[in-house]
């Protein structure tokens, strides 16, 4: 079964009351369950964690690079200002995809420039809270066809190796 992480940069904790015409009026924890949810029914686990502090969203990929088959990211704010948390992708050693609720392009111009977005595989933004959806499936995908779209555990097909490490 394919391991992933979901981390939640700063403040994400915030959704459900923190401007709900952008970002929707689900809470964190629903939209967590429901993206749980869709990845079991995928065939893949997830675990998340929310970190407001810089450092802690640094450290927390660079372990979670050896841990996890793959990383959902939505960096926040960091997405425009964060040096290091690009390099913490970029040294991680899985794959990242970057996600974001909102479009960040129709939005203000200092919005426009994602710094993380080159060292992840791609960027998913502008659904809502079904872009973790959105961004669970296509790592998947993207750890398939990395496998030589061969299938995963637990699915009909031949059974890979998805514990070593992919980009
Ligand atoms: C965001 C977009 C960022 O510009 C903003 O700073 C956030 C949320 C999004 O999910 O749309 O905190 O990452």
């Not at 841990?67 to 990211?73: F, N, P, S, W």
């Not at 939505?74 to 913490?88: E, Q």
């Not at 996600?99 to 992840?120: D, G, K, W």
Request: aromatic residues 6%.
């Amino acid at each position: 079964m394919l391991k992933f992480l979901i981390l939640n940069g700063p403040n994400l904790n915030l959704l459900g009351r923190r401007e709900p015409a952008v970002y929707g009026a689900a809470t964190l924890p629903m939209i967590m369950r429901a993206a749980r949810a869709h990845a079991a029914r995928a065939g893949v686990s997830v675990d998340h964690r929310q970190y407001n502090d810089e450092g802690d969203l640094v450290t927390a990929i660079g372990w979670a690079g050896k841990r996890y088959d793959g990383i959902v990211m939505n960096p926040g704010a960091f997405t425009h200002t964060s040096v290091a948390v690009r390099d913490a992708i970029q040294g991680c050693g899985a794959p990242v995809v970057e996600i974001h609720l909102s479009n960040i392009h129709a939005r203000e111009a200092f919005r426009h420039v994602s710094i993380t977005a080159p060292a992840c595989v791609g960027q998913i933004m502008g659904f809502g809270a079904a872009g973790y959806n959105l961004a669970i499936d296509a790592l998947a995908g993207h750890l398939i066809a990395k496998n030589g779209g061969r299938d995963m555990p637990g699915r009909p097909g031949p059974v890979i190796k998805v514990g070593a490490k992919r980009r």
